[in-house]
């Protein structure tokens, strides 16, 4: 599953943490807020039904909470951030190389 940031403003980043990594707590350390977000990202899709749309199945976020998801981003997570996702058994996928 590749990792897609939601796209919120920072704010409420900080007030509530991310709803599909939750493993982040976000919410606790703003400054994770900067490490695990970017404005280095192609394209948006909107998502209201993420188990009924077929955008979502073939992005493989169809399990992700209702929302707007960058389509693609060109910066990988610290590796701190990429050490919790592998203690958490969540599979990353860093960005491609062009």
């Known amino acids: 599953m590749t990792v ?7 704010l409420q980043f900080r007030e ?10 976000m919410e606790d350390d703003h ?4 490490d695990c977000t970017t404005p280095n990202f192609t394209g948006i899709i909107s998502v209201m039904d993420p188990t009924r749309s077929w955008a979502a199945r ?3 976020i169809g399990r992700f ?8 981003v060109s910066e990988a997570l ?3 951030m990429q050490n919790i996702c592998e203690e958490e058994r969540i ?3 860093p960005p491609k190389r062009g």
Request: hydrophobic share 40%.
């Open 58 to 60: 073939w992005l493989r």
């Open 4 to 10: 897609l940031l939601l796209f919120e403003l920072l």
């Open 78 to 80: 610290p590796h701190e």
């Open 16 to 25: 509530s943490g991310c709803e599909n990594c939750p493993f982040f707590q």
């Open 91 to 93: 599979p990353y996928v």
């Open 31 to 34: 400054e994770r807020v900067v």
């Open 65 to 72: 909470a209702p929302g707007c998801y960058t389509l693609a």
